[in-house]
């Protein structure tokens, strides 16, 4: 099911934003695939993240920067394949109502065809595997789908067609072949009728053979049957030569790489030696455009290399399963302007070769998958990040980076991840914890997270809050999922005292929050309510009146307001409660899912930043306030370029505030928002758009230097489009509310978003 998005669901796909954010995470542990140079401009590359991301460098790799954002976050762009009328294409997985190829254009920067596969009637999930499309006409494609049903048997189609998805024609179903399954499809460059699929494993014992079609799918012919095949490339100028590479088989099967020069209808097998591994399989065959007698061959732990045009071999052989080195390469990239440069995508680790591939080293890039995110008590120079359930931790003033406990990248653990918090007192203080089968355990470290000290150690349970006393830095409340609340004080690491608290009902504890003057004073949220306690947690009184939260909501952060004592905050999973008379009595101020973090400027009394984490149906976003909550803008899914994010951290300035934004596939990124005062500036200006006046009774006019207007669009807060009006630089605002509205400008050279406060 398609993601629910909270703002600005029309504005997706091509608004390009990526100067607004930073990229904060060190350049190691980092993951991009299918890395591709431009054929048509120097040192321009393409690449995909772990996630839904399409990347672009414009100076070979050294940095990068987010091109497109698919606007549903959960899922994950692959097999990038550049085409010759300069546009991209890729797959994409992860829910199926977006599950399809889908062709991006390079001019324009936006998403110009897809292609979506019918849904086969007893699909329980179903997904693209392969695909490929006509160079000269996009009309033309076929997609390779595999299929579950709900009994979880695996079945796969192949489907034709020749309008660009309008229809649909099946020419490939398990069913109807013995249930061999398919592991490529690929049209012939200079035939669109002549199709080939290299097949897999087969679960009727028959597997492999290449299968060859020359009308349109109505007929099959095999050859080389009992052998299972993948990677297959044609020469760039004689599509009749082609390779085809072994993949992986039952164990009776030798791994081999073939050459043919008829368009498949003889082969000879090349004579290349291979060095055994696990697998022994293909995975890759690439053509070096400057260079066509030199080709590339990807193997399970080899990279086997010609250089006259595959008469002789030369194999370069690492160990099985060392990413640091190669392990299983997937895709590779010639440099079209300078000879021997070459990127080499593994299963783990971006490479890097100027000589051709025989000598690689790994691509530094921060993109990564993260949890958590955080920053040192008052401080913006010492950053947190997890990754590969390890922690990272940044001195930005020093430039060191050091990690701890990061597991190898190609080790799979059954264990839950580790959880890590920031203590909010202590500087170089962090509390991690880890469920094993051999216990759970309640950490802490002094360090920076370098060495660890038990706190607490339990079985199969896990920390819901955690809060450090105001009085007492070396005393904590920990809320744990099952055995419930307790304060550990480990002034004594030798000798910690743990002491279980009495909560006012059964259920979970989400937040505990101190007053940082009364350390006697102490909220929580416990189920779908707020308590509060005078007396270190003897007694409880129930304030939460006027939440409106149902029985399977829950507050998740607390916050007091640094000038008013008696005005507090609450986050939850239906938006953001304000009290102004210390909990008697609460107020929504702000509805939307999933709200998990909220905090008052320290500097600016009325700022406010919350954030709402990603979730069922719901995409991360920020909200924020600058007038106490009276009203809240939500920062355009765009300005974090549609990150999955479960963690976020904030660090205040003055008049704005850093977001620290910990991403699935982008490491940590970092968006600062703005917020003073919109009476002043009197316009706002940036990229070479001006609007004024701002704020505005009626008329706004919107200037662009050295660029044309070719529409303006304006929204309201939560993204509902109110009018168009084309070519226009001047709109009027009078038959407006007053509030908040963005304006979507349209130009020849992009496409930017003003704000505009109407009065």
Known sequence: MKIFFTLFALLVLTLKVSGQISFEGAAEYGRLYDITFDPTTENKLYALSIGNHLMTSNNKGQSWEVLYSFDNSIVMLQNLKYREDHTLSFLVDGTADVDGVYIFDLQSESIVHQYIAPTPSDSYRDWISSYSIYPTDTNIALLHQSYMNSGFMAFAKVYYTTDGGISWQEVYFTENFDRVFPNNVAIA???????????????????????????????????????????????????????????????????????????GQTWEEKNITWAPATLDCINSIVYNPRNLDNILVLEENEISI?????????????????PETYTFGIHASFNPFVDDEVFINADYYPMFSVDGGANLEILPVSFHRNTMVGLAPGSDSHLYYSVQDGIVHRDFTTGETNSYYITPIDIFSINNATRYYVDSQTFGRVYSFTDTFSGAFLDVSNDHGETRNTIYQTFFDDVRALTTHPANPDLIWVSMRDAGLFSFDFSNLNQVIETPLQTPESGIVYEIYFNPSNGSEVWISINNTIYKSTDGGASWENKGNGLTLNLDEAVFDIVQNPNNADEFLAASSNGIYKTTDGGGQWEKVFTGNNVQKIAYSPLTNGSIVASIYTGDLIEAQIVYSTDNAQNWISVPLEEIVHSLSFSMDYFFYENSADVYLATNDLGVIKLNIDLSNLGTPDYLSSKGITVYPNPTK??????????SITEVAIYSSLGAMLGQYPTSESISLSGLSPGVYFLKVSTEKGIYIKRVLKE
């Open 189 to 263: 460059p200079n035939n669109p009728q002549k199709f080939y699929m290299p097949r897999g494993a087969g679960a009727n014992n028959s597997q492999g053979g290449l299968l060859i079609s020359e009308d349109a799918g109505l007929s099959w012919s095999e050859t080389m049957a009992g052998t299972t095949f993948k990677p297959l490339t044609f020469h760039p100028n004689d599509p009749e030569i082609m390779y085809l590479g072994t993949f992986i088989g039952d164990g009776s099967q030798s791994e081999q790489l073939y050459k043919s020069i008829d368009g």
């Open 306 to 322: 010609t250089q006259d045009g595959g008469i002789s071999w030369t194999n370069y052989v690492y160990p099985e399963n060392d």
């Open 698 to 707: 009626d008329v706004v006019y919107i200037e662009a230097d050295n660029n």
